[in-house]
């Protein structure tokens, strides 16, 4: 089956037709994430701006993501403990301060580099909150069965906003600047607090919630003894913290790239956005599937890794592109099967946890992860930085399937 024709499969968007809670969050969702694209691009952008240096760009991913490192823990016993959709409410109206606050630096000519990265602290304290929240709210969205399809839907309309928001910032920055970008970004986020609001509560899926707040220690505990006796869940999740900590700095990577191949505002947005374009792909491919799997998961590692490695040779923007764009298809592979996988092995009392380690592994070593993408880049070049992220993908993806059944199902 064709990307083309999976799109127009019924099958693939048979969660947006099933929920209409879902539709609206979805609805929300499609103005919302293309601003925070826009502002994704026009922050690392502003960055190189003030800096000029890779590693500073390395430095705003640590500052982005420490939150992930420090805190998702508590944010996991949060979505267990609380109530999900009044839970992503506050994330997102923080997240909309946060972008205000952006804006009105940028506009006014007083952002300075310190700012900047603790508006990018204070922005990634709001995700990480806000992640487990929304993973566990679309659970509660659509239920067990549709939750694979549904994942694979948030996914493909994330990547989707990642070709839209990329291309169209790049355009702005060209033509008026950043901050821009920045204000955009902050009214969008109107329309999936919108959606939330609209929702009817009495057709969210019940889950179990723990009457008593559990410790952070004792809840992760709790969480890692649930992982160790999963084999299924080692797996990927050891898969996903290697590939995270070498692989997933496409926030470093792809700007550092483009600083290689001198390429400027406007071509960086367009080579973004081809990223996305395959992501996209993937994601309607994964949507059209029947359900999650660790064969796919394994494919997608794989292609994901070898892609990353040919990367770290290519030396034109057009082969480039196309090489990003396969790199999406694999990426959404990839991520999209993991998160499903740990999702729909998690119990009710346990989801928001195993979630919040599943985001730790995806997004907590992204500090450390720019950072070592930076030096590499800074030190020697972007190919080294793309092949060690490659080596390292493939190392873990064979050291998973050697835990795993030899016909992997």
């Known amino acids: 089956m064709t990307a083309l024709e999976a799109a127009l499969d ?21 103005v919302s994430l293309a601003g925070t694209w826009m502002q994704n691009v026009a922050l690392v952008w502003l960055v190189l701006e003030l800096s000029g240096s890779p590693l500073a760009v390395g430095a705003l991913v640590f500052c982005r993501f420490l939150p992930f490192t420090l805190l998702v823990l508590v944010a996991g016993a949060a979505a267990d403990r609380f109530d999900t959709r009044r839970l992503v409410m506050g994330t997102q109206a923080s997240q909309m301060v946060v972008s205000v606050l952006l804006a009105a630096v940028t506009l006014t000519g007083t952002a300075s580099l310190p700012l900047v990265f603790v ?5 990634g304290v709001t995700l990480v909150f806000d992640a487990p929240g929304r993973q566990a709210l679309t659970f509660q969205l659509v239920g067990r069965r549709e939750l694979p399809n549904a994942v694979a839907l948030n996914s493909g309309l994330f990547n989707a906003s ?9 355009v702005v920055i060209a033509a008026v600047g950043t901050g821009l970008c920045f204000a955009v970004n902050a009214v969008s986020f109107l329309a999936v607090l ?12 019940p889950v179990e919630r723990a009457e008593e707040a559990t410790g952070v220690l004792v809840g992760a505990r709790e969480a890692l003894r ?3 006796g999963d084999r299924d869940l080692r797996g990927v999740l050891g898969v996903v913290t290697a590939v995270s900590l070498a692989g997933f700095n496409f926030h470093v990577l792809v700007p550092l790239l483009a600083a290689e191949l ?3 505002s406007r071509s960086f947005g367009l080579l973004s956005a081809a990223f996305g374009a395959g992501a996209l792909i993937g994601a309607l491919a994964v949507a059209s599937m029947r359900g999650a799997s660790r064969r796919a998961f394994a494919a997608g590692t794989v292609g994901f890794s070898v892609l990353l490695l040919a990367l770290a040779w290519v030396g034109s923007p057009p082969i480039a592109a196309v090489l990003l764009v396969a790199l999406g298809v694999c990426f959404t592979l990839l991520t999209a099967n993991a998160n499903a996988l740990v999702q729909l092995r998690a119990p009710d009392h346990l989801r928001g946890r195993l979630i919040s380690l599943y985001l730790l592994a995806f997004l907590g070593l992204a500090p450390l992860g720019g950072l070592l993408s930076g030096w590499l880049a800074d030190r020697w070049s972007a190919g080294l930085a793309f092949g060690v992220a490659g080596v390292v993908g493939l190392a873990s993806i064979g050291v998973a399937t050697r835990t795993w059944r030899v016909a992997v199902p």
């Open 10 to 30: 019924l099958r693939t968007f048979r969660s947006l037709r099933r929920h209409r809670n879902y539709r609206l969050f979805f609805a929300g969702q499609v």
């Open 119 to 123: 508006l990018a602290a204070i922005g």
């Open 162 to 170: 990642r070709v839209v928001g990329p291309a169209v910032a790049g």
């Open 194 to 205: 919108a959606a939330l609001a609209l929702m009817r509560e009495d057709e969210l899926v």
């Open 226 to 228: 649930f992982v160790a």
């Open 262 to 264: 001198e390429l400027d």
